[in-house]
């Protein structure tokens, strides 16, 4: 099973804030994502990283960015955080079964914009 | 584009009823099926797959989904519901040759009353 770490869990911020969600992994996993669900609707992805300094925007277009310097760390960074960008986010890795990779979800941040 | 529909938002069911949660994807070829779990202010478990073989497939805590290529369905389903399987359960289909990538349905909630 994979270790994924989120911190912080929640988060509230003023507008203008810079921000940035914290997202590690402890399984040596290539691929990782950062989602985005709102109450009631289906995840969205983000950003996706294929690997170090390989990064691409997701399906749902977001103001965040991220950097993957290292395997294990997949940081997400608001420049100015504003209330549409309140959200859950929710990181996550994945593994090559032999057959698909499978993802492995971290516990999320819950992001409150005031 | 790939898409995936659940049609339930919301599900109340009695402790020890029969569970059904319906999913229905649009692939054009073979798919990756998903059903993951959300308990509030968790991330996402997976529950079980389906990517070949056997239409039938097993997951954790006695959960089990059979893929319907001619419905292009994939439905959960349990014989007798616990009050520890209220959550938020999504159904997800595999984007790429190998499952990279997941789009997600909208999920369904289930309450379950004693």
């Known amino acids: 099973e994979a270790d994924i770490y989120q911190t912080p869990r929640y988060l509230v911020i003023g507008t203008g804030k810079k921000i940035t969600l914290e997202c590690s992994q402890t399984?040596?996993?290539?691929?990782m994502y950062w989602y985005q669900q709102d109450p009631g609707m289906e995840l969205h992805l983000i950003h996706y990283s294929y690997g170090v300094n390989s990064t691409e925007k997701g399906d749902l277009s977001s103001e965040s960015t991220v950097s993957r310097i290292r395997t294990e760390h997949f940081p997400l960074t608001l420049e100015s955080a504003r209330p549409s960008h309140t959200s859950q986010y929710l990181c996550?890795?994945?593994?090559?079964?032999?057959?698909?990779?499978?993802?492995?979800f971290g516990p999320g941040t819950r992001l409150t914009v005031t | 584009a790939q898409s995936v529909t659940q049609p339930d938002i919301h599900i109340t069911v009695s402790e020890g009823a029969s569970l059904e949660l319906r999913c229905n994807y649009s692939y054009g070829a073979t798919p990756y099926l998903f059903w993951y779990v959300q308990s509030p202010g968790q991330g996402l478990q997976l529950l079980l797959k389906?990517?070949?073989?056997?239409?039938l497939v097993q997951g954790i805590k006695g959960f089990e989904a059979e893929f319907k290529r001619s419905q292009s369905s994939f439905n959960l389903r349990k014989p007798s519901v616990h009050w520890s399987d209220a959550a938020e359960y999504f159904c997800a289909v595999g984007v790429t040759g190998t499952a990279s990538k997941l789009t997600f349905g909208t999920g369904t909630r289930l309450q379950v009353t004693l």
């Open positions: 399984m040596g996993h290539d691929k």
């Open positions: 996550a890795s994945s593994q090559w079964t032999g057959h698909y990779y499978e993802q492995y």
């Open positions: 389906y990517f070949s073989g056997d239409t």
